[in-house]
């Protein structure tokens, strides 16, 4: 049985508020602390794939859409697309957190995790400023006036002059969060935004939001465990964020009430093996000039990008996918037979 009963969990985002809730179900005392003055401030394009499912139901009123359809553009061709499925949801954020806190005692204070007494355990959710790894930069735009598909289509823009993307998610409405990221400096991704804005015809902008996101892959844990961002558990390419820092958790959680290793709980649940992924197509985009990425991102066969971005890559479906696309996995600088390294 754990040796702990009074959980102190600092930082109430996606990984620190199911974190919270689970340890509450399972009948712990826990306190969460949050430094900011509302959930869900930081810049986020509030999307995640269908996987999440497998370990999670997503409360109804917590749903903005379901994504059943997208398209992928490259130097604005549209290059890949799919329709007629659910490939995931865009929730409100601060509702989905609502929901997971509800009953427990939250303070709006900012405290150090490595300084917190009193409790029995404290945990680290504080996001990308308790992380030591590479950050990627993100900047995006909540504008009225837009119109994607039939309101449950996402567009996803690759970038080929930076490593990035740029995306426009519907909210409801005409409402929609048009957005980008990736490794590049604040004034680029500015001007790439602006330039989005112009061809979806100049629509009324509420408000533009910006920050940086965790990019270089899970980091060792240290004296005070860490879940979700400042972890690392982030999808270094696709910039997913939600869904993996509450994988974290449901991994921590395991390894807290069962006595597991949570190397070997985070391992269970897949996002090791993903993240190891992304990071190595992040690895090959940063090496190539940017007719290369182009080149790489129009030759991405389209069940390899839905599986990696859905974050359910398998050794298996590894196997099969470099028997199937073995001049892809080239393009990748990856052997036919190679695995992903991390």
């Given at each position: ?39 869900a401030v930081k810049p986020c394009g509030w999307a995640t794939p269908y996987t999440i499912e497998s370990f999670f139901k997503v409360p109804e009123d917590a749903v903005l859409c379901e994504v059943r359809g997208y398209r992928v553009y490259v130097e604005g061709r549209v290059e890949k697309e799919g329709w007629g499925r659910k490939y ?162 449901l991994a921590l959680f395991r390894s807290l009430t069962t006595g597991s290793k949570f190397a070997r709980e985070l391992e269970k649940t897949g996002l090791p093996l993903n993240i190891r992924v992304q990071l190595a197509v992040l690895r090959r985009l940063k090496s190539l000039p940017p007719k290369g990425r182009a080149e790489l991102f ?45």
């Amino acid at each position: 049985m754990p040796s702990f009963d009074r959980v102190a969990v600092v930082g109430a985002g996606p990984a620190g508020a199911f974190l919270s809730r689970l340890l509450s179900d399972a009948g712990f005392e826990v306190e969460v602390f949050e430094v900011l003055p509302r959930l869900a401030v930081k810049p986020c394009g509030w999307a995640t794939p269908y996987t999440i499912e497998s370990f999670f139901k997503v409360p109804e009123d917590a749903v903005l859409c379901e994504v059943r359809g997208y398209r992928v553009y490259v130097e604005g061709r549209v290059e890949k697309e799919g329709w007629g499925r659910k490939y995931g949801y865009i929730v409100d954020k601060e509702k989905l957190l609502e929901h997971l806190l509800e009953g427990i005692t939250l303070r709006r204070r900012g405290v150090d995790p490595a300084r917190l007494e009193g409790y029995d355990l404290v945990v680290d959710a504080r996001g990308h400023v308790a992380y030591s790894g590479v950050k990627a930069r993100a900047l995006q735009a909540i504008v009225r006036g837009v119109s994607v598909g039939d309101g449950d289509s996402i567009e996803i823009f690759f970038e080929s002059e930076f490593v990035g993307y740029s995306w426009v998610f519907p909210l409801g409405g005409s409402r929609v969060k048009v957005g980008v990221g990736g490794l590049a400096e604040f004034d680029v991704l500015r001007a790439r935004l602006h330039s989005l804005l112009r061809v979806l015809g100049r629509p009324q902008v509420e408000r533009v939001e910006g920050g940086l996101v965790a990019s270089g892959g899970l980091v060792p844990q240290g004296s005070v465990p860490r879940v979700g961002e400042a972890l690392g558990a982030v999808m270094p390419l696709s910039g997913e964020g939600i869904r993996p820092g509450m994988l974290s958790s449901l991994a921590l959680f395991r390894s807290l009430t069962t006595g597991s290793k949570f190397a070997r709980e985070l391992e269970k649940t897949g996002l090791p093996l993903n993240i190891r992924v992304q990071l190595a197509v992040l690895r090959r985009l940063k090496s190539l000039p940017p007719k290369g990425r182009a080149e790489l991102f129009r030759s991405a066969p389209v069940e390899i990008l839905e599986c990696v971005t859905a974050g359910c890559v398998t050794p298996a479906f590894i196997a099969k996918a470099m028997a199937r696309w073995p001049l892809f996995f080239a393009k990748l600088g990856l052997p036919a037979r190679a695995k992903p390294q991390g």
